[in-house]
């Protein structure tokens, strides 16, 4: 049997940004950076303890059921990398329309 330790993978409240003001302050604060399908702003968050993920999904994607879909599959890919991250950070994932046809593995 594996006594290996092994991180936990899971995506608590904690660990999302839930406040307009948090996603304004990374705005504002942090960098950007757009690939593909999204766009990322991020800051560093030294006093944290983990990172935090925020996901926007317009009305441009489309109904609910597929910006819901979306904003499920952004947080699983946060959810799966997150002790990939090198120090505390707080996220924010943009979605462009073109996510939208897009499916996991795609992402």
Known sequence: MDETPRKKLTLGKDKRIK?????KR???LGSRLSV????LNWL?????KT??????????IGGAVKRNR????LREV???????????????????PSIAEKNFRQN
């Open 19 to 23: 406040y307009g003001r948090d996603f």
């Open 26 to 28: 990374i705005r504002e």
């Open 36 to 39: 593909g399908s999204l766009i």
């Open 44 to 48: 560093e968050t030294p006093g944290a």
């Open 51 to 60: 990172s935090r993920v925020g996901v926007v999904v317009s009305r441009k």
């Open 70 to 73: 979306v904003k499920r599959l």
């Open 78 to 96: 946060f959810r799966l990398h997150q002790h990939e991250l090198c120090r505390p950070v707080d996220i924010v994932l943009i979605a462009k």
